[in-house]
């Protein structure tokens, strides 16, 4: 099993940047998928970015690709999410997800953070 928890969030002006951090409990963590999902109020929670094990592959939602990064480090068993030019639409709670596959579909992940809030205002 794998605990999750993510940090970095806060509040940010438009423009600005933000990396989030998501800590994995146990020895195992280089044998998982990461994935970064978000949700925000009202909405459907929505797939941001995925890496494979050990980072020969990622995947980002279309419409953040080239303003967001992930990377993980397996030596320190964290998962990373470096965001820049952040825009009001990017308000949500961010969630990190560890799975057998790196995929964008939030099904395929079995363990999930608690979430940390992202708020940018404009």
């Known amino acids: 099993q794998v605990q999750l928890v993510e940090s970095g969030g806060g509040l940010v002006e438009a423009g600005g940047s933000l990396r989030l951090s998501c800590a994995a409990s146990?020895?195992?963590?280089?044998?998982?998928?990461m994935g970064w999902f978000r949700q925000a109020p009202g909405k459907e929670r929505e797939f941001v970015a995925s890496?494979?094990?050990?980072?020969?592959?990622?995947l980002y939602a279309n419409t953040l690709k080239g303003r967001f990064t992930i990377s993980r480090d397996n030596a320190k068993n964290t998962v990373y999410l470096q965001m820049n030019t952040l825009k009001p639409e990017d308000t949500a709670v961010y969630y990190c997800?560890?799975?057998?596959?790196?995929?964008?579909?939030?099904?395929?992940?079995?363990?999930w953070g608690q979430g940390t809030q992202v708020t940018v205002s404009s």
């Open positions: 146990g020895r195992t963590f280089s044998s998982y998928g």
């Open positions: 890496i494979t094990r050990n980072s020969e592959s990622t």
């Open positions: 997800a560890a799975g057998p596959y790196s995929r964008s579909d939030s099904r395929m992940y079995a363990y």
